[in-house]
């Protein structure tokens, strides 16, 4: 479904500060199989864009620390899989901890009635994951 304001709007990528870069990266580029697609330094901080593999992209910031406040308007960030249990067990044995168990979930949404199978984890980091899929999307 195409913006009818904005034709071209899409998704590109989403920016997590992380503390510890090179684990993260890690978990990331070798638990998770995203592509290192580029990377730079501003000053001392190191920047890298990873592709998930569907389009969209994560970018690592590092410098981040255990201080900085969680900013309450950030939950998590959904990547879209086409099974959430395969994803969460990859992740699991990657270095992430559960958040939640992969579940399928018949959700009260108008006016698509959306039947999904999700799972949540938290990188070693600390960023919010979910893995998601639409299992079935029924117009009213």
Not at 103 to 125: E, I, M, N, W, Y
Request: net charge negative; proline share 4%.
């Amino acid at each position: 479904m195409a913006n009818h304001v904005i034709p071209t709007l899409g998704f590109h990528h989403i920016a997590v500060r992380v503390k510890d870069f090179q684990r993260e990266k890690a978990f990331f580029v070798d638990g998770l199989g995203l592509k290192p697609y580029t990377s730079w330094k501003n000053g001392d901080k190191e920047i890298l864009l990873l592709e998930l593999g569907s389009g969209g992209m994560v970018e690592l910031f590092s410098h981040g620390s255990d201080a900085e406040p969680a900013d309450s308007r950030y939950m998590h960030f959904a990547m879209q899989v086409d099974d959430a249990q395969v994803a969460f067990d990859k992740a699991i044995a990657a270095g992430a901890s559960c958040v939640m168990e992969p579940a399928v979930r018949k959700l009260d949404s108008h006016p698509v009635r959306l039947t999904v199978q999700c799972a949540f984890v938290r990188t070693p980091g600390g960023a919010d994951l979910e893995f998601f899929r639409v299992l079935e999307a029924e117009e009213e």
